[in-house]
């Protein structure tokens, strides 16, 4: 990054909504294999976004801006053929791919994502 970073942006491979929060709440528990949202998978658990995830976005001094799917799609349409999950990094000058869809995949934890983070944050 070139500029001061300003903010990081979470999008989700998932849509928003109840129904789909359900449904996802579903297919993370019958078949987590599957699961198509590794973001989702290591951030949230069965009673909504997990503790230490939490405490470090907290930690994080940039604005955070979490979106679902449609949303980012509206909201970013230049990275519509990007795949999902992935985190953008907003600066002043620009938005640019901070980790990819296959690099977030990737991470078998929280505990790697947030070091992966803070290496490039």
């Known amino acids: 990054m070139t500029s001061k970073l300003s903010t990081l942006i979470f999008v989700?491979?998932?849509k928003g909504g109840l129904f789909n929060a359900i449904t996802d709440y579903i297919?993370?528990?019958?078949?987590?294999?599957?699961?198509?949202?590794?973001?989702c998978?290591?951030?949230?658990?069965?009673?909504g976004m997990k503790k230490d995830?939490?405490?470090f976005l907290k930690s994080l001094e940039v604005e955070k801006i979490f979106l679902?799917?449609?949303e980012f799609e509206k909201d970013f349409p230049q990275f519509?053929?990007?795949?999902?999950?992935?985190?953008?990094?907003?600066?002043?000058?620009?938005v640019e791919i901070l980790f990819?869809?296959?690099?977030?995949n990737d991470f078998k934890n929280?505990?790697?994502l947030m070091a992966g983070i803070l290496g490039r944050v």
């Open 100 to 104: 990819s869809s296959k690099e977030l």
């Open 27 to 39: 297919h993370k528990n019958i078949s987590p294999e599957t699961y198509e949202c590794n973001l």
């Open 80 to 94: 519509k053929d990007s795949s999902l999950p992935l985190i953008l990094a907003k600066t002043k000058d620009k």
């Open 12 to 14: 989700y491979n998932a």
């Open 110 to 112: 929280q505990e790697e």
């Open 53 to 55: 995830w939490k405490n």
């Open 68 to 70: 679902h799917k449609e």
């Open 41 to 47: 998978a290591i951030t949230y658990d069965n009673f």
